[in-house]
C-alpha cells in the first residue's frame, strides 16, 4: 500500500508559503489585538447595560445619560481599528461605572446602618445586665469517663 499526499506540494512552494505567512504575521498579531480589545470592549457593554437595567431608579437620571453617552461613543470607536482608542474609551467606560458602583454600595451602607436600632440584648446579655443566665433548665455537674 502506497500512501501520497494529495496536494503534491514541492519543496519550492512550501517555503514560499512559509515565507508569506512569516511576512504576514505583524499583520496577523495586529489584527488578533484589534479583535482581542473589541470582544473585551464588547463584553464590558454588556456587562454595563446589564448593571444599568439592574439599577432601574435607583441611578440618577444625569449618571445614566453619561453611562449611556460612554457605551455609545464606545460603540462607534469599537467600528474603527484605532486599538488604543478602542481601549481609551473602554477604560472611560470602566472607570464611570466603578464611581456609580461605588456611590451605590455607599448608599446601601449607610441605609443599613441607619435602620440599626440599639436592643436590650445587643452585648449577648439576656438583658439583665449582670451577664449571669437566669435559665433554669441548666444544671452544673461533674462527670467521669469510664
Known amino acids: 500500500i502506497r500512501i501520497t499526499a494529495s496536494t503534491n506540494l514541492n519543496e519550492s512552494e ?3 508559503m512559509v515565507n508569506e505567512a512569516k511576512s504576514h504575521e505583524a499583520d496577523d498579531q495586529r489584527q488578533r489585538e484589534v479583535i482581542e480589545a473589541r ?13 444599568l ?12 445619560s453619561n453611562i449611556e453617552t460612554l457605551i455609545t461613543e464606545l ?21 464611570a461605572s466603578y464611581a456609580i458602583s461605588q456611590q451605590l454600595y455607599q448608599a446601601q451602607g449607610q441605609d443599613q446602618t441607619g435602620g440599626q436600632t440599639n436592643g436590650s440584648g445587643s452585648n ?3 438583658g439583665n445586665g449582670d451577664g449571669r ?14
Not at 437595567?53 to 445614566?64: F, M, P, Q, S, T
Not at 467600528?79 to 481601549?87: E, L, M, S, V
Not at 443566665?133 to 469510664?146: A, L, Y
Open 14 to 16: 512550501i517555503d514560499r
Open 124 to 126: 449577648g446579655s439576656n
Open 53 to 64: 437595567n439592574e439599577l432601574g431608579d435607583k441611578l440618577a437620571a444625569n449618571e445614566r
Open 75 to 95: 460603540r462607534e470607536t469599537m467600528k474603527g481599528n484605532d486599538i488604543a482608542q478602542i481601549r481609551s474609551q473602554s477604560e472611560r467606560l470602566q472607570q
Open 39 to 51: 470582544n473585551q470592549a464588547d463584553q464590558l457593554i454588556y456587562t454595563v447595560e446589564k448593571s
Open 133 to 146: 443566665s437566669t435559665d433554669e433548665g441548666v444544671v452544673e455537674g461533674e462527670f467521669e469517663e469510664m
